[in-house]
């Protein structure tokens, strides 16, 4: 089937989820695309996990619905599950069972017959980077590598929407750097995936789009290009040329959209108005360098996604 790419493959209609006095999902809204990758950020307690569960058909909303391919949780929860797969934050395994045996059995819950089977079971293990520890019992599979499997178990029914809740939590940077690769290249595929994470840069780097939550309210969304412009109001430049120091203040100076310029040191820092995205920084370097400056160094300070976020939410937990 051809996804027209503006079609939103996850739709959330102001969703209610409360447990007692607890307004775990209050009124949240937003939507996801084919191929598109969304970032659920939140402290703990936001209603990220409850969210997804919902969207997973584990939980019922309160108020709204939540739509996978435009079948909704709470009136289509089979057409949902066959064409979403769910990656817990805290999963079972089972003992006295290996990754084959493992992916196996949810190929058949999937009901996935014959050779088909065979073939998502073959799929999946080589995607995962997990074949060649197929026959490997899962009680003595690192941290990694069972989320490999988790991951695996997800989408062994190669379904058009993922929703993985902190995938890569507890996971040393290549293990990382491999989920992001994973990630992207299911995106590329054509799924549209709904991650969570506390790891806020990683988010920034693998998502189309973000999403910060906080006491069961959306605060903020959009591109991280526009949250980081709605929530940063300058652009912080640091460099370092060599001589020309005060030359270059001088010139930074009368550039448009420069706020303001000091000497810091062997350093001249830069303050530019709004969120200037990597090529207008590049284009800007490049001017400095096409003036006659010596460049040795230049960079961006404090605007990363950490910033945004540690400037937006208030830790208050419910
Ligand atoms: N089954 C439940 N019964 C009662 N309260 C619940 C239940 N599930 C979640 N909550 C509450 O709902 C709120 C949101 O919880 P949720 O697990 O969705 O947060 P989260 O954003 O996933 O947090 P974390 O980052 O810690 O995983 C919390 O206050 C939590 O205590
Ligand atoms: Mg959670």
Redo the contacts with the bound molecule.
Sequence with gaps: MVVPSNHPMIELRRLFRF?GK?K?VNDVSFHVNAGQVFGFI?????????TMRILATLDTPDYGDALIDGFSVINDPDRVRRRMGFMP?DYGTYPNMNCLEYLDFFARSYGLVGRERMKAIRYTLGYTGLDKIAEKSIQGLSKGMRQRLCLGRAMIHRPAVLILDEPANGLDPRARIELRQMVLGLAAEGTSLLISS?ILSELGEMCDSLGIIERGCMIVSGTVQEIQSRLMPHTNLKMKVIEQQQKLVEWLSVQDGVDAVAVDGTMVRCQILGAKSDREQAALLRAIVHEGFDVIEFSTEGQTLEDVFMRITTGAV?
């Design positions: 447990y607890t775990a939140g402290p703990n307690g936001a209603g990220k996990t409850t934050d506390h419910q």
